[in-house]
C-alpha cells in the first residue's frame, strides 16, 4: 500500500522516510502545514515525484481518500 515510504533503523532512526531520500514524511507534513502546496515542495524537491507526496500524506493520514 505504501511502496514509497520505508523505515530503516539505520536512516534517521526509523522515522518514516520517501524510499530513496532522507525526506521524512513528517518533515513533508511540516511544509505542508506551513502552508507549501504539493506543487510547492515538487518544484522545490524535483527527487520527489507526485506519488511519493501522495503516499506520505496518506501514510500520515491526510492524504486523499
Same mark, same amino acid.
Given at each position: 500500500?505504501? %511502496?514509497? #515510504?520505508?523505515? %530503516?533503523?539505520? #536512516?534517521?532512526?526509523?522515522?518514516?522516510?520517501?524510499?530513496?531520500?532522507?525526506?521524512?514524511?513528517?518533515?513533508?507534513?511540516?511544509?505542508?502545514?506551513?502552508?507549501?502546496?504539493?506543487? %510547492? #515542495?515538487?518544484?522545490?524537491?524535483?527527487?520527489?515525484?507526485?506519488? %511519493?507526496?501522495?503516499?506520505?500524506?496518506?501514510?500520515?493520514?491526510?492524504?486523499?481518500?
Amino acid at each position: 500500500m505504501f %511502496d514509497h #515510504i520505508m523505515s %530503516d533503523p539505520a #536512516i534517521l532512526s526509523g522515522t518514516p522516510i520517501v524510499r530513496g531520500t532522507r525526506i521524512s514524511v513528517a518533515l513533508i507534513l511540516e511544509w505542508v502545514a506551513t502552508g507549501a502546496t504539493r506543487d %510547492d #515542495i515538487l518544484r522545490k524537491h524535483p527527487h520527489l515525484t507526485a506519488d %511519493d507526496m501522495e503516499q506520505a500524506l496518506g501514510y500520515a493520514g491526510v492524504g486523499k481518500r
